[in-house]
């Protein structure tokens, strides 16, 4: 297996390329990484391998991508680059259309034409609980059946491109799958999100800026087991036991208040409860998301194994004795403000 992975020097797609590279028959790994604001090299470098190989092009680069599909025989595409950040799609929607919409257009049309009946090459589509709006609080949680109902324009330009891909399935026989998963946590996130956010406030006594009353509710799950199961998922299409068009949710049935994540990071970075915030709410926030995930079980056998207390305190732990990381990663502290 030859795997092409897209945005791998990003949070998630970091941890997709380190146990890609444990799984047998893979070959090649190629990461094509445009290094944005959330891409860090320093997030691979403890990779020696030979089989892998970090390519510094963008995806909305045709050239480079039908480039690399021909140059390296690949037969998997893991697709998770993208403008990843709703905050930052509410101030500008652009590079969200570029990247995730047009940036995903690219890697398709280039898939279809360099597939052959000798050649299948399989896409993986690593999309977002996102897609599906909001829950109100008694509502069942989403099912791959749910309609998709964007709420922000990040959702948006998701829920598009996920269109896109199930478009090109029909209309060009594409060989892809479509992966919903619900909000990661774990090392190597950049420092705008919730949890890195927070922690690393609260190193510097900062203030814990939390959006309007903190009631807002994330199924949280472990970086790991979502990259474990974006590769359950991509191993069952490549050997056929499933077919080109399934949709799989991954959760982890721990539906997290955020004001609740914010009190436990002031817990265990023993700082005052004084830092905590509350800031106006950002516009169009969801309130609820939640995930089932029993057909991922049933036909992948996979299901999410970290325990949340233990996966978090364990992350907490991370980001507050890695300051090599932190620094690396560029944090522009005057760029952030809220989650
Ligand atoms: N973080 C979550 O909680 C979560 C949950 C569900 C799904 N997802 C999805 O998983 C994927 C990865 O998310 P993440 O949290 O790792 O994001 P991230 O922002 O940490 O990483 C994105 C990576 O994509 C790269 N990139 C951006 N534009 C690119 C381009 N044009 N060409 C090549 N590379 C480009 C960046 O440099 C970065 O390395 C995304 O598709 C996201 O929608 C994320």
Redesign the pocket.
């Known amino acids: 297996m030859r795997i092409l992975v ?8 970091n941890h997709v390329v380190r146990n890609s590279l444990t799984i047998p028959g893979v070959e090649l790994v190629v990461n ?5 604001y ?2 860090n090299p320093e997030n691979l470098t403890d990779i020696d391998d030979d089989r892998y190989r970090f390519v510094h ?4 680069d045709s050239d480079v991508v039908d480039g690399l599909i021909q140059d390296e025989n690949i037969s998997v595409v893991l697709h ?6 709703v905050d930052r799609s509410i101030n500008s929607v652009k590079p969200f259309i570029e ?1 995730n919409i047009d ?1 995903t257009r690219v890697l398709l049309e280039s898939v279809v034409k360099n597939s052959t009946d000798e050649h299948q090459i399989h896409f993986i589509h ?4 996102e897609v599906y709006g909001s829950l109100g609080p008694d509502d069942d949680a989403f099912t791959e059946e749910t309609p998709l109902n964007p709420q922000n324009p990040y959702a948006a330009s ?1 829920a598009a491109s996920d269109m896109l891909v199930q478009a090109f399935i029909n209309t060009h026989n594409l060989s892809a799958i479509i992966t ?5 946590y774990g090392p190597r ?2 420092p705008e ?1 919730l949890i890195p956010l927070m922690t690393l406030n609260a190193l510097d006594n900062k203030q814990l800026p939390v959006y309007g009353d903190g009631l807002q509710i994330r199924d949280w799950i472990h970086v790991e087991d ?1 990259a474990n199961g974006i590769l359950s998922s991509m191993l069952a299409l490549y050997v056929g036991q499933i077919n080109s068009g399934e949709i799989f949710n991954f959760g982890a049935d721990n539906e997290q208040r955020n004001i609740d994540i914010v009190r436990e990071i002031v817990s265990q970075t023993n700082v005052s409860e004084s830092l905590i915030h509350f800031v106006t709410d950002r516009p169009g926030h969801d309130k609820r998301y939640a995930m089932k995930y029993e057909k991922a079980e049933k036909i992948l056998g996979w299901k999410p194994e970290i325990d949340w207390q233990v996966g978090l305190t364990e992350t907490i732990e991370w980001y507050m004795t890695n300051p090599d990381w932190i620094q690396s990663s560029n944090l522009d502290a005057n760029e952030v403000t809220l989650v």
């Open positions: 897209t945005g791998g020097c990003g949070f998630i797609g094509l990484d445009a290094l944005r959330s891409g092009g963008s995806i909305n998770l680059a993208a403008e990843s950040h990247t940036g690593i999309s977002t609980d998701k919903r998963c619900s909000n990661n996130q950049y999100k979502h």
